[in-house]
């Protein structure tokens, strides 16, 4: 019983660092994607063929590899000056890999609004951020929550990468149990990731749900 | 004095030519009908009007103010061109209602904005000094014009639930809720089923009656015959021929003309 209680304090400890990356990525990740989508979909050629490129390369690469990248490359580069925490590292990375990936979702649902709800805002005389907001941003929510929701998921997984720096966090904590030859514990951590995920499964349904108070 | 004047439109998109020297004019409670066959112009005519697309050349005058002259080159501000759209409505062949609104929402959307938006700058709108009023004020309104396109028993239902016909009747209470100088239709019937554009072409109809000043583009020769005033044929971005519907219809002089209303009879009998 006490090595249950050690255990489930131990993967908890480690989960708190997989849900502190998890919640500090969502946020930052979301609003910057609006805005590195804003750069995929601007006129001006030069601002959105790098906004292009740079979407190609973080979707192209393994996070892993841009966790490697943003950690191990810095110091290197500044004689070691310049150093990133290890939580910090992995913020950087997951925000930036996170980032790319929600600006292509946002893209797909700005785009797919048709055109001509936006003329039909122009001709009863709307202001362009009247249009945005009160004719447009409704129907991109709606057609952008299911992908948005298995990013999410995917993202609730995706955290225990950052054991590949170090970071403690839940998986790595149950590996090391099962190198002292306790096998379990990796099946218990499962657990916590299936709540977690399940809650969210919920939270998206939800959502869902409610918009889908009107067909289109 | 006419409503509306069009002089010399001209409008290319890059080497098309689509619209080549269109002129002419509109008086108030005029309906006019535009028929021509695909690709001779008729929706980037109407978009023009609306100020959706500019003309490369030409005047577009409403009540004796320029709204448009190309040849000037003034600077285009966006506030300046939506108040000049407000002079036109338009109604699209898709409706383009906005799905997520209820069908008074839909319709009152765009005045409540208005209101909200002269209150702050003019402490008014139609009279009234506070938005709880203006807002009652527009809401009797937008109801009436529900009577009149008989669709008062769906004002909370959404547009997805709406067949065609529902559809494009909310979107002519829509366009006529900013009370437009002069309506624009651009083949309202056309993405209808067939047992659908009776409902629609009848409450065209009802405008006439009451007055509204428009420009129907259709293919529904008959419609345009009966409710019209006048109707220009258009062909290949020029108007061929124009005149009474009598004239048009009935004893059409240009050959093309002729060709064409022969096509429709066929597609009649
Ligand atoms: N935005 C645009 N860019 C380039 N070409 C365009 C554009 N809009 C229209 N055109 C061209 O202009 C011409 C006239 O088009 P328009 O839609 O005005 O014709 P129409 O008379 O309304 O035809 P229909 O009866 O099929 O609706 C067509 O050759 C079309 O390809
Ligand atoms: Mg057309």
């Known amino acids: ?78 004689d070691g000056e310049f150093v990133f925490s290890r939580m910090n590292a992995a ?22 609004v048709p055109k001509g709800q936006y003329e039909a805002g122009q001709v009863l005389g709307m202001t362009k951020t ?63 990731f299936l709540l977690f995920c399940g809650v969210l499964t919920i939270l998206f349904s939800f959502l869902e749900k409610k918009l889908n108070y009107y067909k289109g | ?10 409008k290319s998109f890059g080497k098309n030519e689509v619209l080549k020297n269109i002129s002419f004019s509109l008086e108030k409670g005029e309906v006019l009908a535009i028929i021509g066959s695909s690709g001779s112009g008729k929706t980037t005519l109407l978009r023009c009007l609306n100020f959706l697309e500019t ?34 409505g338009l109604v699209f062949q898709s409706f383009n209602l906005f799905p997520q609104y209820s ?25 009234e000094k506070t938005y709880r009023a203006a807002a009652e004020k527009i809401r009797e309104n937008v109801l009436s014009l529900l009577k009149k396109v008989g669709l008062s028993e769906k004002k909370d239902e959404y547009p997805g639930n709406l067949s065609g016909g529902q559809q494009q009747r909310v979107a002519i209470a829509r366009a006529l809720a900013l009370d437009p100088d002069v309506l624009c239709f651009d083949e309202p019937t056309s993405a209808l089923d067939p ?40 062909d290949s971005g020029v108007i061929a021929e124009e005149g009474t519907p009598q004239e048009v219809i009935i004893n059409p002089k240009n050959p093309r003309t002729r060709e064409f209303l022969a096509r429709f009879n066929q597609n009649f009998s």
């Not at chain 1, 913020?91 to 797919?112: L, P, Q």
């Not at chain 2, 004095?1 to 001209?10: A, F, G, K, R, T």
Request: aromatic content about 10%; some cysteine; overall charge neutral.
């Open chain 2, 195 to 234: 047992e659908l554009t009776g409902e629609v072409l009848n409450v065209i109809r009802g405008l006439k009656s009451s007055d509204s000043t428009m420009i129907v583009v259709t293919h529904e020769i008959e419609f345009a015959r009966d409710v019209a005033d006048k109707i220009i044929f258009m």
């Open chain 2, 103 to 127: 069908v008074i929402s839909n319709i009152s959307l765009a005045p409540l904005l208005m209101a909200k938006e002269q209150l702050k700058n003019e402490g008014e709108y139609m009279g």
């Open chain 1, 1 to 78: 019983m006490d090595e249950f209680l050690n255990i489930t304090q131990q993967l908890l400890t480690g989960f708190g660092e997989n849900c502190f990356l998890f919640i500090i990525t969502l946020v930052s990740a979301i609003p910057l994607g609006l805005i590195i989508s804003m750069g995929s979909m601007s006129r001006f050629v030069p601002l959105k063929a790098v906004t292009k490129t740079f979407v190609w390369i973080i979707r192209g690469t393994p996070l892993m590899l841009q966790l490697f990248v943003v950690f191990y490359v810095p110091p290197l580069m500044s």
């Open chain 1, 130 to 192: 009247q249009i945005f907001f009160k004719v447009i941003l409704m129907q991109v929510i709606k057609r952008i929550t299911a992908p948005v929701g298995n990013e999410v998921i995917t993202l609730v997984k995706d955290t225990s990468l950052a054991s590949v720096i170090a970071i403690p966090e839940i998986l790595m904590n149950a590996k090391d149990f099962s190198m002292e030859g306790l096998i379990w514990p990796l099946f218990y951590s499962a657990v916590f």
């Open chain 1, 91 to 112: 913020i950087v990375a997951f925000i930036i890999n996170y980032a790319a990936y929600f600006s292509e979702i946002f893209r797909g649902g700005i785009e797919a």
């Open chain 2, 1 to 10: 004095m006419s409503i509306l004047n069009v002089e010399n439109i001209q």
């Open chain 2, 55 to 88: 003309p490369d050349k030409g005047r577009i005058i409403v009540n004796g103010e320029t709204l448009l002259d190309a040849d000037k080159n003034t600077k285009r501000n966006e506030k300046e061109i939506r108040r000049k759209r407000l002079h036109f």
